[in-house]
């Protein structure tokens, strides 16, 4: 009987972690809480290890609501415009990091060290590929024309085989220090997640 009863209580206790509500905020932080109240500026829930803290609506971008009721209010409240995230409530993750790396990465250079908050990593190979993006489009021209004779193409081609050499070069840096760029985050800062139970914040 103690055995039925001790499943039971593992059973219960997993299915509200499992059935908890899900919020999302603007720096793709997810995890799952009961929203306990909100007013106009904040937004309350209480964390699986039983902390309990206040979010800038500013900060949210999604609720999906399981175990408790929504409101057409939260919808009011939340909006698409992007602000800075200063809730730390979950760690970041060094997959999410690598598949942005990836994509969006292939197109926006930097994007797993977005993801990451290395903001001037970013930046950097951001700025590398705009910069491949114009030697190559300054170069393509010649380098696909047919050859005219007496003109030697040896140096356009250089340039645009540079300008790939750039481009690949810092789409494969994004996606290989990425993931460090996030153990790095995570081992600077201290998330409600880990907190002791039962706190407030």
Do not use: C
């Amino acid at each position: 009987m103690k055995k039925i009863l001790g499943a039971v209580l593992i059973i219960f206790t997993l299915s509200a972690g499992l059935f908890a509500d899900t919020v999302i905020l603007k720096d793709e932080q997810r995890f799952e809480a009961d929203v306990i109240s909100f007013d106009t500026y904040y937004l309350t829930v209480k964390l699986p290890n039983g902390v309990q803290t206040s979010i800038p609506w500013g900060e949210v971008r999604y609720i999906k609501h399981t175990t408790t009721p929504s409101s057409w209010l939260e919808e009011e409240y939340m909006s698409a415009d992007d602000a800075e995230v200063s809730s730390l409530i979950t760690p970041l993750y060094k997959d999410d990091a690598f598949q942005k790396a990836i994509f969006p990465g292939l197109v926006l250079h930097g994007a797993g060290h977005f993801y990451a908050k290395d903001q001037n990593t970013g930046l950097s190979l951001l700025s590398a590929e705009i910069v491949s993006l114009i030697i190559m489009g300054l170069s393509v021209q010649q380098f696909f024309a047919p050859a005219e004779p007496g003109y030697d193409y040896g140096v356009t081609k250089a340039v645009f085989i540079s300008g790939i050499t750039i481009f690949s070069l810092s789409w494969i840096w994004d996606m290989i220090f990425a993931p460090q760029a996030v153990e790095k985050y995570n081992s600077e800062h201290e998330f409600l997640i880990n907190a002791l139970p039962g706190g407030n914040q």
